[in-house]
């Protein structure tokens, strides 16, 4: 065992390998197939050791989490071409309901009992995806208020990315593409194929289809994964006069683990909730989301929750990024936290 001061650490550098891990099985950063259930399945089987050797550590429990809320939407993310399914469309019968138990379970249990760091913050948003019965009743104001506290304790440009789609369906597609603009500068994204997907279905949320074809074109260009490929490439497709205007959609992360920050050029290749496809659905259904102020919360989602933050600096490939923590869970509305509510009580 090492000794005591240097547990810690080495505890994160762990945690972060079996991350990439879980990210580059669920979805491979190169080449024809879109995923590898190995290594999703070995990553899981890790990280459950890993619990069972420290069950106390919010961290490892919201990693694990993270991993199930995931890997249980995986069988409804490709069809029977091999071809990505958005998260909108996918149907969510196919999810593996026993791990989606098992995960929000987790979560809750975490966050309930200590601090909220950047996995379980992850996972929460993961559990609200999970948890709405349909794409179009997934409780955006709960996903944005989620991104916010995320990037308060680890701050990264791909899970940036995944909010300004969270941003939009709040407040609007020009507040979305407005919180883009501030990446482009962001050596570590700006030229990333995941930004240029995103700008693509913002503008076309915000009826710009010549705009978003542009986007959608140059990020097809600049993946190497061929099934990403051919989806953007579709979306592109899609914004041609005639074919048809596509709905505002969902976002899987966040549905899912956050973007993948292990390399500059690979931001966020292979993360399990920052698949195009997940994020930029295009299921028709979808009402366009209003302006700010606009977005109605559910009556027995009203609760909140106050929130510091505190930072520790984590090395990656990327850079220095802030892994931090969230001292008390905050803003957060939605139904995957039913363990706070003791705990906000005596706040």
């Not at 069972?52 to 550590?57: F, I």
Request: proline share 6%; glycine share 10%.
């Amino acid at each position: 065992m090492p000794p005591p001061d240097e547990i810690d650490g080495r505890l994160r550098a762990v945690l972060h390998v079996l991350y990439l891990i879980f990210n580059e099985g669920y979805t491979t950063s190169s080449g024809a197939q879109i995923n590898r259930g190995d290594l999703t399945r070995e990553a899981i089987r890790l990280t459950r050791s890993l619990h069972q050797a420290r069950p106390g550590d919010g961290e490892v429990q919201g990693l694990l989490a993270l991993m199930l809320l995931t890997e249980a939407r995986r069988p409804a993310r490709v069809d029977g071409y091999g071809e990505l399914v958005s998260l909108a469309d996918q149907d969510r019968l196919l999810w593996d309901r026993a791990l989606i138990a098992e995960g929000v379970a987790l979560v809750t249990s975490a966050l309930a009992s200590g601090p909220a760091g950047a996995y379980q913050l992850q996972a929460a948003i993961a559990a609200v995806h999970c948890e709405a019965p349909s794409a179009v009743e997934t409780d955006w104001a709960e996903v944005l208020a989620l991104y916010e506290l995320l990037d308060r304790a680890a701050p990264n440009p791909m899970a940036t990315v995944n909010r300004a789609l969270a941003v939009a369906m709040v407040h609007g597609p020009e507040a979305g593409l407005a919180v883009l603009a501030s990446l482009e500068g962001d050596s570590r994204v700006a030229r990333h194929h995941r930004l240029f997907a995103m700008r693509g279905h913002l503008l076309a949320m915000d009826g710009a289809p010549a705009a978003a074809r542009a986007a959608f074109e140059e990020a097809a260009r600049r993946t190497a994964s061929a099934p990403e490929k051919r989806y953007l490439l579709r979306r592109a497709h899609a914004c041609e006069p005639g074919v048809g205007e596509r709905g505002p959609v969902d976002l899987a992360v966040l549905g899912g683990m956050a973007e993948r920050v292990d390399e500059p050029v690979d931001v966020e290749d292979g993360a399990p909730s920052g698949h195009p496809a997940e994020q930029l659905g295009e299921d028709r259904r979808l009402p366009r989301p209003g302006r700010a102020g606009d977005h109605e919360q559910r009556a027995d989602h009203d609760r909140g929750i106050s929130v510091t933050a505190g930072r520790t600096a984590d090395d990656s490939a990327v850079g220095r990024c802030e892994m931090g923590i969230v001292t008390d869970v905050a803003v957060v509305h939605g139904s995957i936290l039913p363990a706070c509510r003791q705990r906000n009580s005596r706040l």
